[in-house]
């Protein structure tokens, strides 16, 4: 459901600059219009969502429609209404997510520079009488954490329907007398969104401030349903003034959180009675840890996925030590293992 906000008549004073701040806006940015006047001067235009995101920083001298995307901000406008409606690109592509109120900033250049109307177009699939802020919290507010009304569900949803699928076909296609009633697991999803989301978003990354870790989050999960590379998302975390090193570890053991728990609940959904064999996949390199090369061999010949997890938690308390903590799947930061169904 589309919904719009809009600000009415501006006109900056003697201080050339005009803030506000709109209510609270919770969903996906679509596009922002600025109708002008005949002569409206030279104004710059900049928004930012209360995460801090900048995602609008542009000059308009008339009336334009903008579709803020995460891409450079220069392709992003599109002058008179008609032109937009077909950019199928800037349909397709990334959006701005917003959680509360959006800063809208208005610098004229001589007092009296005036805009008409700016109008925000945003995306939202939760009926109004949702959108409260007692109802809206998300884990901006440390420890709480609302599933309900999180559009974040939406991108987990969203992936781990695809994961899920993928698996459900593999399998069907392996095993034609395999019946596997998708809508019932469909049904069953959200349940595990809720813990994907719990566990993602419950804390902030060492040293990076909680909206920024949240952002970034938010980024794998989006760039895990429609499977970016791994590149690109350290590209967006260094983007966030985060070095390489750091960049990639959050990037590879994030995505490998979510991937192994979205591929355990699509399997135990395929063979609930925890019947079949997988086995543990991925790179042998220099970069393979001693540990991965171990849980390979000993899965080779194929195990049950509870066994599966004890060898991983095994291996990685022999390696690292007892105190490690072994989140599911994931052996040790930075993995780059996965596991499939071994078929034989
Ligand atoms: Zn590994």
Not at 125 to 151: C, I, M, R, W
Not at 185 to 214: E, V
Request: hydrophobic letters at 30%; proline letters at 2%.
């Amino acid at each position: 459901m589309y919904k719009k906000i809009s600000t009415g008549k501006i006109t900056v004073g003697e201080k050339l600059l005009v803030k506000l701040m709109t209510k609270e806006i919770i969903g996906d940015i679509e596009k922002v219009k600025i109708i002008c006047p005949e002569d409206c001067g030279l104004i710059n235009i900049s928004m930012s969502t209360s995460d801090g995101e900048n995602f609008l920083d542009v000059e308009i001298k008339d009336t334009s429609i903008f579709y803020p995307r995460n891409w450079s901000v220069s392709t992003q406008k599109y002058t008179n209404v008609n032109v937009a409606n077909d950019q199928s690109n800037v349909l397709r592509a990334d959006r701005y997510l917003s959680y509360g109120n959006i800063l809208i900033e208005i610098l004229g250049k001589i007092e009296g520079d005036s805009i008409d109307n700016i109008e925000l177009i945003y995306k939202t699939e939760q009926p109004l009488e949702f959108v409260n802020k007692e109802e809206a919290v998300t884990s901006d507010t440390e420890g709480v954490y609302n599933p309900v009304h999180d559009p974040r569900r939406k991108d987990i949803k969203e992936y781990l329907n695809k994961t899920f699928m993928n698996i459900a076909k593999e399998e069907t296609e392996h095993n034609k007398s395999l019946v596997i009633d998708v809508n019932k697991a469909q049904d069953r999803m959200d349940s595990i969104i809720d813990i994907i989301a719990k566990a993602l978003y419950h804390k902030k990354f060492k040293g990076i401030d909680k909206k920024t870790s949240d952002q970034i989050k938010n980024y794998i999960v989006k760039a895990l349903r429609e499977g970016k590379t791994l590149s690109q998302v350290m590209k967006y975390i260094r983007s966030k003034g985060i070095d390489e090193q750091q960049a990639e570890n959050i990037a590879r053991t994030e995505s490998h959180a979510v991937q192994t728990t979205v591929r355990e609940w699509s399997y135990k959904q395929t063979d609930p009675d925890g019947e079949f064999l997988y086995k543990w996949i991925g790179p042998d390199d220099f970069r393979t840890s001693k540990l991965c090369t171990t849980i390979k061999s000993r899965t080779q010949n194929g195990v049950k996925l509870d066994e599966l997890k004890n060898i991983i938690e095994e291996e990685s308390k022999k390696e690292l030590g007892d105190s490690w903590e072994v989140r599911g799947f994931n052996p040790h930061i930075n993995c780059r293992h996965n596991f499939i169904r071994y078929f034989d």
